[in-house]
């Protein structure tokens, strides 16, 4: 089919996720077809390297015939079977066990989603079954953060902080209350880095106690927010964090959807912020993003509670632990350990992706170049005055339109410009992504001074009045 035809097609029959589908359909969606280690191609054969890993999953890269032939071994041995009922199958058990040897030692079980959303629906409800169970039924508010993302699900989007998703499809799940981001670009730049981390941790600390200990069950975050524009807290915000949490008896989950497996060059964020969840989402980079699958991985005292006073769980999913999925984690799993890709990212390609990427900070248009692992944020900044553009111009979209157009898959978050690329990428590749990006800059900076001009003319201000 020509690219014309998929697009009307697409137009008239196919709802895309968050987005604005009038807007779409004047545009007309690019079509992707096909892909190999850390490219994509589109249907007018442009190939395109994608800083993304797909929507921060395709750790592995794509065109791993080990994944596809995982998938096809298990879906002829056996496509389908439940975990309910007393049932389970090899791959479920496999992976499990897998999970579990390489997540922190006391955490021993894996309940399986579908989805990083349905991991976090698990959550609140395993966090309110566990103090019910423990004969607290009043400890059920959660605590989460501005601008966080958790998913899209009823429960993923209250327990994220996405004001515009709040604003739509009426009231969120009660008993859920945000805090402050660790965001210092956006939100601290009045006081230090480490200043501003202390000051959001102590908003923690406010919550808990307007809202009283006995009331709350649980802290919910991401070790880096991913979606709210790969957001690296300040040095002290997490040991800040971790010395409010130990005063007072709540739950901690840290959301790995994002940062587990590896792309922090740690299995989990967590370990690399030192910190011990008593929850652990995932998704995403658990099957690099070859099949579905998600988890929540369950600390002894959560799981000991469940298992020993609580009776039938009633909770989950028709694709909890689906064999084929799981099966393809597990080669995933497997690959990674065989090609070393978490130190790889600990000890070489993530050190190299943040000296290269620093080198942007000398960008006019860049105010702040920050990463962390294989996680990496450009702020754009007008030249000018060092500060924000104006939002009617949409600099950040306008920078990822442009991006696309040198061959390159950035995404923007407002005029926050984030990277999340396949843990595989090579140094070579980490100079041609630096370089499309200054690129992509170079010219967006002479798109924006000619959008200010257009602005400022005669002409403007004449049809203006
Ligand atoms: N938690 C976190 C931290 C996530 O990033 C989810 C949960 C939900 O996972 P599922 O599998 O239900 O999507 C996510 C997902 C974006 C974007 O635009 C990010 C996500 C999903 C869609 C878009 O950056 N993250």
Redesign the pocket.
């Known amino acids: 089919m020509q690219t014309q035809t998929y697009r009307q097609l697409d137009r008239d029959h196919h709802l895309h ?2 987005t604005d589908f009038k807007a779409l359909a004047e545009e007309g969606s690019r079509i992707v077809t096909h892909a190999e280690g850390i490219y994509i191609h589109d249907s007018e054969g442009h190939r395109i390297l994608d800083a ?1 890993a797909g ?2 999953c395709v750790n592995l890269g794509y065109g791993r015939e080990e994944l596809v032939e995982a998938a096809t071994a298990q879906l002829r041995e056996l496509p389908y079977y439940n975990n309910f009922f007393k049932s389970t199958h090899p791959p479920a058990v496999k992976l499990a066990e897998a999970l579990c040897r390489l997540a922190p030692p006391h955490m021993n079980r894996v309940f399986f989603t ?7 629906d698990t959550v609140l409800r395993m966090v309110r079954r566990y103090w019910a169970l423990e004969g607290k039924p009043d400890k059920q508010w959660v605590i989460a953060r501005e601008n ?6 009823v429960a ?1 989007l209250s327990l ?1 902080g996405m004001a515009p998703m709040h604003a739509q499809g009426g009231p969120t799940v009660p008993k859920i209350a945000h805090v402050r981001q660790p965001y210092w670009f956006g939100e601290g730049r009045d006081t230090s880095p480490d200043a501003f981390g202390r000051e959001c941790a102590a908003a923690l600390e406010a919550k808990i106690q307007e809202l009283g200990e006995e009331n709350v069950a649980a802290f919910i975050a ?1 070790p880096v ?3 709210g524009g790969a957001i690296i807290p300040p040095q002290s915000y997490w040991p800040a964090v971790k010395e409010v949490l130990a005063r007072y008896d709540i739950l901690l989950v840290v ?5 587990g497996f590896g792309r922090l060059g740690e299995w989990f964020g967590s370990v690399h912020y030192g910190l011990e969840p008593d929850l652990m ?1 995932i ?2 980079g658990l099957s690099s993003g070859y099949l ?1 699958i ?1 988890g929540v991985l369950v600390g002894d005292r959560v799981a000991e509670t469940l298992i020993e006073r609580g009776g039938e769980f009633f909770h989950g999913f028709t694709y909890s632990g689906h064999p084929a999925c799981a099966a393809v984690a597990l080669k995933n799993l497997e690959l990674m350990q065989a090609e070393g890709i978490v130190e790889r990212v600990r000890d070489d390609v993530g050190p190299y992706l943040a000296e290269r990427w620093a080198t942007l900070t000398g960008h006019p248009l860049v105010g702040e170049a920050r990463s962390l692992g294989l996680i990496g944020a450009l702020e754009l900044v007008d030249p000018a005055t060092g500060e924000r553009f104006a939002k009617s111009l949409g600099a950040g979209t306008l920078c990822r339109d442009i991006c696309f157009d040198h061959g390159l898959v950035m ?1 923007s ?1 407002g005029d926050t410009m ?1 990277i999340s690329p396949p843990l595989v990428i090579t140094r070579a590749e980490i100079d041609e992504l630096v370089r499309l990006a200054c690129e992509a800059l170079d010219e967006t900076a002479r798109r924006l001074a000619a959008r200010e001009q257009a602005d400022e003319s005669p002409l403007r201000e004449e049809s203006g009045s």
């Open positions: 996720p968050f993304m929507l921060w579908g989805s990083g959303s349905e991991a976090n966080a993302y958790h998913g899209s699900t993923g994220g991401e927010q991913g979606a959301d790995e959807v994002i940062c989402p998704a995403k579905p998600g995404r978050v984030i």
